[in-house]
């Protein structure tokens, strides 16, 4: 955590003022169980430091003595019973250190600002954990409990966590003698503990900083869980044989939304979320049955929650309205469900594929990427382009006559101005389908690593489902499936 917010961690108070004999000892590792060595390891409030050995290991030690001099802010001999409460924006807490509290800090979009896992007693300024103006939700977590806290960058804090159950009371515990334990070591973010008891045996792990970006993340990030993590969902559902749908009521009326849930959702464990969008003269429930182009099926660790939506009941399936019910489907799903924010696809073939390319074009802060089977940069209402970069995968066939290959390669051409420097990508030439043999799938080189590009072409027309010859299934699933399991 950046040193910032760590100085606003303050002693919630009360400490007894007797300096008890403890040993604190460890095991420092990186996340893929590496040991650290050399790491430096000080307790900062008894000034007591050391440096871990070549197996990643340390010990601490103090023999007991009578020094009587109070910490600041002590109240001689009193000790603080455990507890968590908000208060004037204050988070205070009070915990034995088998039972952690975790603390994670969320903007209205859900992308996850603050994740610390928090050891003993002190307290948190929530507002000095964000830095640009707004509402934010806290989510904070002890055991099998957890509560939303709903708060703005002014203040105005609408909620309090509170649970007077005998559960929770049973679960806290009267803290003596704490300190923080603060772990450095070269290329690791810095690591500090609040530890309730000195008497303890730890493992910790160390983290490589994740690089910052002005939006969007890196590859392969950690998930971005929303504030629907930890909730328990419950929902109308209605059935069309054995598959759900919902009717959703929107700022616009009611829309039919066919879903896929995973019959084990957990809902603590962030989910992926695939939107898939009908064509022109289909149907969502079209799109649910052939599994979202073909991705479902191949989801074999119940990964993904996937979603189609019914389009507007016009022969344009999707127009200009349809931009702000992708948005209110959003925050519905990631209000409801444990949704990784940073892993939000959307896929469609004609008209749902230039749905889907429209809102590449002006949703790069929400959208991860898209594939877009047959698209075009017309017929349909488009937004105003904003110049962020977005994952693109397009599927054409050579002799579409609707979605022209012109047309595709226009629609390509946009997203590649838009992912390289000065949009140099425009200059490289794809490797086409040329005639014979199987597909082909280029994948470009000189767009920004964070925002693939992904060409496939084929001999064939207007259709998602591509096969190459004498094959009986199509390679476009696997092939977006792949793309998709890159970010």
């Not at 998930?223 to 328990?232: A, E, I, M, N």
Request: aromatic share 12%; hydrophobic share 35%.
């Amino acid at each position: 955590m950046k040193k910032s917010v760590w100085e606003s961690f303050v002693l919630a108070c009360a400490f007894a003022v007797s300096a008890n004999a403890f040993t604190v000892s460890g095991k420092v590792s990186d996340e893929q169980g590496k040991t650290v060595s050399g790491a430096a390891v000080k307790l900062l409030q008894k000034g007591l430091e050391t440096t871990t050995d070549d197996k990643g290991e340390f010990t601490l030690h103090q023999d007991e003595s009578a020094d009587t001099d109070a910490l600041p802010g002590a109240s001689l001999g009193r000790v603080l019973p455990g507890y968590i409460s908000v208060n004037n924006g204050i988070l205070s807490f009070s915990q034995r250190s088998s039972e952690p509290v975790q603390v994670q800090i969320f903007d209205m979009m859900g992308n996850r600002l603050l994740k610390e896992t928090l050891y003993g007693s002190g307290s948190l300024d929530l507002q000095a954990c964000v830095k640009a103006q707004g509402a934010y939700y806290a989510l904070v977590k002890i055991g099998s409990v957890q509560r939303n806290i709903r708060f703005t960058s002014q203040g105005n804090y609408g909620a309090a966590f509170g649970d007077k159950s005998a559960s929770v009371a049973k679960a806290l515990k009267k803290t003596n003698d704490t300190d923080d334990l603060r772990v450095i070591a070269d290329g690791f973010d810095t690591l500090t503990v609040k530890l309730a008891n000195l008497d303890t045996n730890l493992v910790l792990t160390l983290t490589k900083p994740e690089p910052q970006y002005a939006y969007g993340w890196g590859l392969k990030n950690d998930p971005v869980p929303t504030r629907g993590c930890g909730k328990d969902t419950r929902l109308d559902y209605k059935y069309r044989g054995d598959k759900p749908y919902i009717e959703f009521k929107w700022s616009k009326g009611t829309r039919t939304v066919r879903l896929d849930i995973p019959k084990n959702y957990d809902k603590n464990k962030p989910y992926k979320l695939i939107f898939g969008m009908q064509c022109m003269g289909g149907w969502a429930g079209g799109v649910q049955d052939e599994g979202y182009y073909g991705l479902k099926p191949l989801d074999t660790e119940n990964s993904a929650i996937f979603v189609a939506p019914e389009g507007n009941g016009n022969q344009a399936p999707w127009g200009q309205d349809d931009y702000l019910l992708f948005d209110e489907l959003l925050a519905y799903f990631e209000g409801n469900f444990c949704i990784d924010s940073s892993r939000v696809f959307s896929t469609g073939f004609s008209y749902g594929s230039m749905f889907s390319n429209g809102l590449s074009w002006n949703h790069q802060d929400v959208l991860r990427a898209v594939a877009v089977y047959e698209t075009a940069e017309r017929n349909i209402w488009l937004p105003q382009r904003k110049q962020m970069g977005i994952g693109w995968m397009g599927v054409l066939g050579l002799q579409d006559n609707l979605c022209t290959p012109t047309m595709g390669r226009a629609a390509r051409d946009i997203i590649l101005e838009l992912n390289s420097e000065g949009g140099k990508a425009k200059n490289e030439r794809a490797q086409e389908y040329g005639g014979n043999g199987p597909h082909v799938c280029y994948d470009y080189t000189t767009v920004e690593e964070r925002f693939p590009v992904r060409w496939c072409t084929q001999n064939g027309g207007h259709i998602w489902d591509h096969k190459d010859p004498g094959q009986q299934q199509s390679w476009v699933p696997k092939t977006t499936w792949d793309f998709f399991n890159k970010f």
